[in-house]
């Protein structure tokens, strides 16, 4: 970033400090030019403002890697967790506070990697949280070592012979997992990741928005090239109601369809939390 324009961005925040709903921190984000992060970082700055999401009923959580950064982007409460960890962390504040609006962001190696045994859990009891998952399939923080998104005879850091280990689809996890809410994006697309960001954040249940988010520093195999060599919308008249179409959807290879894959209404886990205190009032003391 050339000395002009980060002066520019800087007059810019100063200036929107007059906004009392603007999101942005004062401290400027971090990743490598051209990461594909700043597209749903900007999401989340849009979609906040949009749902007019105050920054004290805010919270950020992350875990470990390039996207743990991004609590520190966003003006609200952050938590930067362990690797891993975003999920849990998030599920205990949402418990404690259910009136804050809860986000997680995460790579896929915090979240189908060692984070892969809270994602289940989290979808599954429909904990009302949004994840965000910034899928660059490389560790790009630790210098690209190849993740569980990884496409299979990928050549990397750890895998000079090419990667003999099969990808998991993060879609797919969460539409198996129970998710009421899974959606997927290209980080190329502002403003559909924007609109999908937005579309999460005010869904009651448990979101998940699948962010295609290339590394453009380690990860020279899966691009913005090769991803938009293989992405499509899907089709005009898709209806995200009928759970088997949307899995058969999501585990498309060719084309990579993107856009809302599937969406329901469902109690959350807080809504039965209310009924279980309700319950207890009504019980005879002991």
């Not at 609006?101 to 189908?112: F, I, P, R």
Request: hydrophobic fraction near 35%; proline fraction near 7%.
């Amino acid at each position: 970033m050339s000395l002009l324009t980060k002066r520019h961005v800087i007059e810019g925040l100063q200036r929107a400090k007059t906004n009392k709903a603007q999101q942005h921190r004062d401290v400027l984000p971090t990743w490598c030019p051209g990461c594909g992060h700043f597209t749903p970082l900007q999401g989340v700055y849009e979609a906040t403002e949009r749902l007019n999401i105050h920054p004290k009923n805010l919270v950020l959580v992350s875990g470990i890697g390039c996207s743990g950064r991004f609590p520190f982007f966003v003006k609200g409460f952050g938590f930067h967790s362990l690797h891993g960890r975003g999920i849990p962390v998030a599920t205990g504040i949402k418990i404690a506070r259910p009136e804050l609006t809860v986000v997680v962001a995460g790579g896929d190696g915090d979240g189908v990697g060692i984070g892969g045994g809270h994602f289940p859990h989290a979808a599954r009891n429909n904990i009302d949280i949004t994840y965000l998952l910034l899928d660059n399939s490389i560790y790009g923080l630790t210098k690209g070592q190849v993740s569980p998104t990884s496409p299979f005879g990928m050549i990397s850091a750890t895998t000079p012979y090419g990667n003999i280990g099969y990808p998991l689809n993060p879609s797919t996890l969460a539409l198996t997992y129970g998710a009421t809410f899974v959606a997927r994006v290209f980080s190329r697309d502002r403003d559909e990741c924007t609109e999908m960001v937005t579309q999460a954040i005010a869904h009651k249940g448990f979101s998940f928005v699948h962010v295609l988010s290339p590394c453009v520093e380690f990860n020279k195999f899966v691009t913005y090239g090769s991803i938009r060599e293989t992405i499509a919308p899907l089709p005009s008249d898709y209806v995200p109601d009928d759970h088997v179409h949307a899995i058969q959807y999501a585990e498309s290879a060719s084309p990579v369809y993107h856009g809302v894959l599937f969406k329901t209404a469902k109690p959350t886990y807080s809504d039965h939390m209310q009924t279980v205190f309700e319950k207890m009032k009504g019980s005879p003391t002991n």
